[in-house]
């Protein structure tokens, strides 16, 4: 049991959550390392024997000790920052797990991503492969490379996280991809070892993605014909998890549909990052104040949506769970806001459960999109991030950012 009420507390994971409120104060998120290796192993069982690599997504949750953890368990990364790259390179000797996306990345980025010895780079434009040549070139440096090919499907999910229509800035049209792999498998520098597709985000049906991977595999059957083999076939990340009353596919079953569609001379790479870490973190917050404003009625919370983004950016629906037991109250319904000062800082509609000042509550499914997508607006220092570890311990992993933190970069500069 993920959650559950032991009397009157939630636990998760087996661990208080009010002990951990006490602790290391509010607002916190909290992980569970369980959770994590037990969505990870599910990839890695899901593929057995066959030849594959699993690149965690980093933008879903870049704290260097889940990183650590994972990449102890045998993963691969998918990184799109120079920042990304940094961030693996703290526990990762090698680079060779590396594979590098993102649809604009700069000449120094490039750079030191080709001098670190990443294990592929995406091409996302032509403008991109031109830029990238001429820097393997100038550092004399081979360098593997896919092509991110844009296969024109929609995935049938939130706008803003769909990636793979003609209309989104991703990847390379797919009716344009040959060419590209011409001047690759021509140039000296640039050597082509897969193609690369990632349609979107929180997809919770796997339809669309054997539509788009059935694609990328019918354009490497095509280039091999042209005698340009190629060895991976990268079906990106995507796959949902159940936030409110979605039902996306197992893992088991995202990754037997993949393999299904792909042909087993060639390794498949997948980059899932929601899939691994979202369902293993929770945001504690307090309630500050509650208020009735005649029309509605608001719990206001000491987390705000420059903690936890999703609510406000994509109407994201986060349940919220109350960390003392309390019974469903029909007729209240009061929206969980945080301070900041914008009508669109809010983090959950029509709760119905009694609150007061000072309660705790618990804000679900956030291990994914929360923490990192997080920000100062406001000024309001970031929250810690607290790992509930295999022995049930609970550990500090980010430490609480401080105002002090905060401003420093701003101070060092201040002049007269
Ligand atoms: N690979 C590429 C190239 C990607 O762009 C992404 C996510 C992934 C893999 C990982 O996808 P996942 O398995 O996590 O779905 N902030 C949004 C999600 C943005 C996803 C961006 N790309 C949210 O909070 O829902």
Redesign the pocket.
């Known amino acids: 049991m993920t959650f559950e009420y032991k009397g009157e507390n939630l636990y998760f994971d087996g661990f208080n959550l009010s002990k951990i409120a006490d602790d290391f104060g509010t607002p916190c998120y909290v992980y569970s390392r369980n959770l994590i290796e037990s969505n990870f192993k599910e990839y890695q069982a899901a593929f057995g024997e066959r030849e594959h690599l699993i690149c965690y997504?980093v933008?879903?949750n870049s704290n260097l000790s889940i990183l650590k953890n994972l990449k102890a368990l045998g993963a691969g990364f998918?990184i799109?920052s120079d920042g990304e790259l940094e961030r693996v390179k703290c526990v990762e000797n090698s680079c060779a797990n590396i594979v590098y996306?993102g649809v604009g990345k700069t000449e120094a980025e490039i750079e030191n991503a080709i001098k670190s010895g990443v294990g592929c780079i995406n091409l996302e434009s032509l403008d991109e492969l031109k830029m990238i040549l001429a820097i393997a070139k100038q550092l004399g440096i081979v360098l593997p490379v896919s092509v991110r090919v844009n296969p024109n499907v929609n995935p049938n999910t939130h706008p803003y996280?769909s990636?793979g229509l003609k209309e989104n800035k991703f990847g390379v049209p797919i009716e344009d991809a040959r060419e590209l792999y011409e001047l690759v498998s021509n140039s000296e520098w640039l050597v082509p070892i897969g193609i690369a597709c990632?349609i979107g985000?929180?997809l919770t049906d796997s339809n669309p993605v054997i539509e788009a991977v059935r694609e990328v595999v019918h354009l490497a059957e095509e280039l091999k014909r042209i005698g340009i083999p190629l060895k991976d076939i990268d079906v990106?990340?995507?796959?949902g998890i159940k936030y409110d009353n979605e039902g996306p596919p197992s893992i088991r079953q995202w990754v037997s549909d993949i393999k299904s569609c792909v042909p087993s001379s060639f390794r498949i790479k997948i980059?899932?990052?929601?899939?691994i870490v979202g369902s293993a973190g929770v945001l504690l917050t307090k309630i500050i104040a509650y208020k009735d404003n005649g029309k509605r009625k608001f719990a206001i919370s000491d987390a705000a949506m420059n903690d936890l983004l999703?609510p406000a950016l994509?109407n994201?629906y986060h349940q919220v769970l109350p960390c003392i037991k309390q019974e469903k109250r029909r007729g209240l319904s009061f929206d969980l806001v945080g301070p900041i000062c914008e009508t669109g800082d809010w983090l959950a509609k029509r709760q119905n459960f009694s609150v007061s000042q000072g309660d705790l509550l618990a804000i679900k499914d956030v291990g994914?999109?929360g923490f990192c997508?997080a920000s100062n607006y406001n000024s309001r220092p970031r929250p810690p991030e607290v790992l509930i570890e295999k022995d049930g311990t609970a550990r500090l992993i980010r430490t609480r950012e401080s105002v002090a933190d905060m401003l420093v970069m701003e101070t060092k500069c201040l002049k007269g």
């Not at 990106?236 to 796959?239: F, P, S, Y």
């Not at 980059?271 to 899939?275: C, H, N």
Request: glycine share 16%; net charge positive.
């Open positions: 997504a933008k879903a998918d799109v996306s996280i990636t990632h985000s929180q990106g990340g995507g796959l980059e899932p990052g929601r899939s999703r994509y994201a994914a999109y997508m």
